[in-house]
């Protein structure tokens, strides 16, 4: 692929990633007795951008490289590093093959799938028995197909009869989801990714395409309209280095910053009258940033008055298409959800949404944590639906062929409140599916500490020496991506197709055979006697959609889904014509899912920081991505030499060099980072790009999250990752 002029212009000196076309590795390398004799697709197993990737497969059926497909309205014959080399990690000897138990002795000992199952199923009967419905929960993940999810929802709740089980999405889009929920009435990203090509602004924050989204980044960077970019972030990422206008704002001076610029539309009258009117709450809001004039936010967020005046006047000018992009630097905060909802009142009050090129639009993370917002059966019922509305539960009671009284008219606690049960002695045992939470869960130690208190961990993984596994009672070895069939929806609400094209390795199974097998033990195996494969189980959750916002009841299949080059939901038999169309946004007609059919604006005043720095502790500790060939915790990426190579050897922290000058600390040099709850040793890496007084860490080395702060967003429950109080020195 060329790169196209727009991109050259923009792309700053220091990206570091880059993305790989066919021209870098593929096809080219493979030697000639390898030249393919078939090939498969299926949607990359990391990111949620939902690249399509072909596989190639050799004579006996077995898969000898990847490549992006070139006709996927996704990725169009892009993929970054990770979905290139998504065999490596499948291919590791570190593979889980066999069931592990830990024996009186503390070790973990080599068992069968028997004996694994039924310590299973005894462990958790006894706990039940003893100690009721609340007493044990799972963890899950956003990277599992929605048939995989949706049977492990509803097999712990209405097969085993258990109420608590939430996933790590918790960590990632919760607060995305209740904003949109609450704004909206239903969790509705409205976009379509075209709309990145078809905007005249895109605002982007929190959110760091280059490293994190790299082919988003591409479809950006396709815009054929010199869009103006604007990057709002506290660090110059590799993003905010490419755009046309980078705030560094100071971190969580989001809210603030969002409502002085409402206050500069409203007090100019720049507001569209129309979209207003499609609103509830207009005089509310418009009454309560009256006080939020640019002067007053200059302090609490970086900014001077001047420049908030001037992006005021970019994102409302009447005639042009403005797109609002948010990804973790929103979401993961002490107030994301109305920080969130800060922008979409800011599309609201422009009439930038449902248009073309425009949109309040959240960025998911995980391969399938759209799918896990409407399936994994946590915080609301399969299908969109609500625990709490009987007719809800009636409707996928009766769908789903489960009893009635099988369904919890609650919902689940929240990740945090699971785990400060177990802190309590309430939760007494944990079952982890496809999550790495000692590594990846805000202030690990906490949870280190919280294993003693269990009598039963199970980790369910395709690694067996993850940080979460070594610690488990019981490892149950999982098939992965690659090995298994089913969906994912990605970030613009497409569902695409995962297909099978190689055996697990030894006896792992997959997640989806290791629920049946516990259905059966468990002895509900007949109440998921129709969920037989995953595209049974498919069409189940797809009846359960009919006239909910993401009704899917117009897919037939898999095969259709593939046709149709993905299917964006909602797609309702009644009323979409078929094929749908390939690129749809939400709420063109200006109809929202609340009754009576407004969006509502929602605010807050802004909160403080739930820990600043102070004498003690001077620095502020911002972490994320480092590099786009490591995902997350590592436990797939650090298997690929080739990923390996395209990243930094170890953790290292990124310090201002006017702060390392102040306290003698040189390129290289080891420094020792300390929190009010632990700490780490990691390199010193000296760049302009963090402000004085801030330091970043990449997220993917298992010490950093000793040092966050357990702090939580009061309506979405998400974790607060992306501030705390640090010192640092030199060791
Ligand atoms: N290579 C790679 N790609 C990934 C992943 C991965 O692990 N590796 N993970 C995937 C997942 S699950 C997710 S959720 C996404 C995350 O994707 P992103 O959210 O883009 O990534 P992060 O680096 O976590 O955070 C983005 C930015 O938020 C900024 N930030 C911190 N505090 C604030 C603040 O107060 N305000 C603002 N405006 N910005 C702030 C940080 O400086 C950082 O640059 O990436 C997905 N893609
Ligand atoms: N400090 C800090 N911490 C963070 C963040 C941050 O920005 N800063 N970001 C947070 C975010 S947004 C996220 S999403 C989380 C991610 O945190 P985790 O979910 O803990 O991270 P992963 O490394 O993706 O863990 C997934 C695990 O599932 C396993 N696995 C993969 N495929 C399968 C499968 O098909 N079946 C089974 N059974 N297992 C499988 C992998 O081997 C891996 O061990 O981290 C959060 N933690
Ligand atoms: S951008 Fe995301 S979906 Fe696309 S290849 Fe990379 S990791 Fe996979
Ligand atoms: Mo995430």
């Not at 990725?75 to 590791?92: E, F, T």
């Not at 420094?671 to 997220?699: H, I, K, N």
Request: proline letters at 8%; hydrophobic letters at 35%.
């Amino acid at each position: 692929m060329m790169t196209p002029d727009f991109l050259r212009q923009r792309r700053g000196p220091l990206t570091r990633d880059l993305v790989q076309t066919p021209g870098h590795f593929g096809l080219g390398q493979v030697p000639a007795r390898l030249k393919p004799a078939s090939t498969t697709t299926s949607i990359c197993g990391y990111c949620a951008t939902g690249c399509q990737l072909k596989v190639h497969l050799d004579e006996d059926g077995r898969a000898i490289n990847l490549s992006p497909a070139t006709h996927y309205p996704v990725n169009l014959g892009m993929a970054c590093p990770k979905g290139w080399q998504s065999l490596d990690p499948l291919d590791s000897p570190d593979r889980g093959t066999v069931p592990l138990l830990r024996d009186p002795s503390g070790t973990l000992q080599p068992v069968d799938w028997a004996t694994a199952i039924g310590t299973f199923v005894d462990r958790f009967r006894d706990i039940h028995r003893r100690h009721g419905r609340d007493a044990a929960a799972f963890l899950s993940t956003g990277q599992i197909p929605l048939e995989e999810m949706a049977f492990l929802g509803c097999l712990w709740k209405s097969g085993m009869g258990f109420l608590h089980g939430d996933a790590n999405t918790r960590q990632c889009m919760a607060t995305a989801a209740t904003a949109y929920k609450q704004s909206f009435g239903f969790d509705a990203p409205p976009y379509t990714y075209a709309d990145f090509e078809e905007s005249d602004v895109i605002v982007l924050v929190g959110s760091n395409l280059c490293i994190a989204h790299p082919i988003l980044w591409q479809r950006v960077a396709r815009n054929p309209r010199d869009p103006r970019i604007i990057v709002i972030d506290p660090r110059a990422t590799e993003t905010a280095q490419s755009a046309t206008l980078h705030l560094p704002l100071k971190p969580k001076g989001d809210l603030p910053l969002y409502y002085a610029l409402a206050h500069c539309i409203l007090r100019d009258g720049r507001i569209d009258p129309a979209s207003v009117a499609r609103c509830d709450g207009f005089d509310d809001f418009a009454e309560f940033v009256r006080g939020f004039t640019p002067e007053s936010v200059e302090t609490s967020t970086g900014i001077p008055a001047a420049t908030i005046e001037n992006l005021a006047r970019v994102v409302s000018e009447p005639g042009k298409r403005v797109s609002w992009w948010w990804t973790m630097g929103v979401n993961q905060s002490h107030e994301g959800v109305r920080t969130a909802q800060a922008i979409i009142n800011l599309c609201l009050l422009t009439g930038n949404i449902g248009k073309p090129g425009t949109g309040p639009n959240s960025i998911t993370g995980q391969c399938n944590a759209m799918g896990s917002r409407l399936f994994s059966n946590t915080t609301s019922l399969v299908g969109g639906h609500d625990f709490a509305d009987p007719s809800h539960r009636r409707k996928v009671a009766e769908t789903l062929d489960l009893p009635l009284q099988s369904i919890p008219s609650e919902p689940s606690l929240a990740y945090d409140q699971i785990l400060e049960a177990a802190g309590r002695g309430e939760i007494k045992a944990l079952w982890i599916v496809a999550t790495n939470p000692f590594h990846s869960w805000i202030d690990s130690s906490r949870l280190a500490e919280l294993r003693e208190n269990l009598d039963f961990l199970v980790v369910q993984d395709m690694y067996p020496d993850t940080e979460s596994a070594r610690v488990a009672d019981l490892f149950l070895p999982a098939a992965g991506w690659g090995e298994k069939a089913g969906t994912f929806i990605n970030s613009e609400r497409r569902i695409g197709t995962l297909k099978p094209f190689r055996q697990a390795p030894g006896l792992a199974l997959t997640d989806f055979r290791i629920f049946r097998l516990i259905a059966r033990a468990w002895g509900c195996g007949d109440r998921f006697e129709r969920w037989t494969d995953p595209e049974a189980v498919f069409r189940l959750l797809r009846d359960t959609t009919l006239d909910r916002p993401c009704d899917i009841t117009g897919i037939d299949g898999y095969d259709h889904i593939d046709r149709c080059g993905g299917i964006q939901w909602p797609h309702p038999a009644a009323t979409d014509p078929d094929p749908p169309a390939n690129e749809r946004r939400l709420f063109a007609d200006g109809v929202y899912c609340h009754p009576g059919g407004k969006a509502k604006l929602l605010f807050s005043e802004p909160a403080r920081l739930p820990e600043a720095p102070d004498e003690n502790f001077p620095f502020l500790l911002l972490t994320g991505r480092g590099s786009s060939s490591q995902w997350h915790t590592q436990s797939r990426t650090a298997r690929s030499a080739i990923l390996r190579k395209l990243c930094p050897a170890g953790a290292f922290v990124e310090i201002h060099p006017d702060d390392a000058a102040r306290l003698g600390i040189s390129e290289g040099s080891d420094v020792t980072l300390r929190s009010r709850r632990g700490e780490m040793t990691v390199a010193a890496y000296l760049a302009p790009t963090v402000q004085p007084g801030q330091l970043f860490l990449p997220m993917h080395y298992p010490e950093v999250n000793r040092l966050t702060h357990p702090s939580f967003d009061p309506h979405s429950r998400q974790p607060n990752y992306k501030a705390c109080a640090v010192s640092i020195r030199l060791v």
